[in-house]
Nanobody, 122 residues
Framework: QVQLVESGGGLVQAGGSLRLSCAASGTIFSINAMEWYRQAPGKQRELVAAITSRGSTNYADSVKGRFTISRDNAKNTVYLQMNSLKPDDTADYYC????????????????WGQGTQVTVSS
């Protein structure tokens, strides 16, 4: 099994910055994609940013130029640097990883973090 522990959420004023972290632990052979999602009250969960094992990134249009996703493969950790935060960024943020558990089994499994709350005041 794989456990994901998120940290870094909190309350910040508009224009401020936060850095989220998500560390994976457990039985892990390799991790492919690492992603950040968010879900605001009354809205569907949406993909914010994604990064592949080779470092290719993808962002939602609403965060391009403000958010940066990165990963430390040695630590099985993904980060989300959030700058120029807006009240519309207020949501619960979740990390998601696709992990391969065993060297002799190519199957990948999907895991979610518990979520960390980000609140941006105007």
């Amino acid at each position: 099994q794989v456990q994901l522990v998120e940290s870094g959420g909190g309350l910040v004023q508009a224009g401020g910055s936060l850095r989220l972290s998500c560390a994976a632990s457990g039985t892990i052979f390799s991790i492919n994609a690492m992603e950040w999602y968010r879900q605001a009250p009354g809205k569907q969960r949406e993909l914010v940013a994604a990064i592949t094992s080779r470092g290719s990134t993808n962002y939602a249009d609403s965060v391009k130029g403000r958010f940066t996703i990165s990963r430390d493969n040695a630590k099985n950790t993904v980060y989300l640097q959030m700058n120029s935060l807006k009240p519309d960024d207020t949501a619960d943020y979740y990390c998601n990883v696709r992990a391969r558990l065993y060297y002799n089994n190519p199957r990948e499994y999907n895991y979610w973090g518990q979520g960390t709350q980000v609140t941006v005041s105007s």
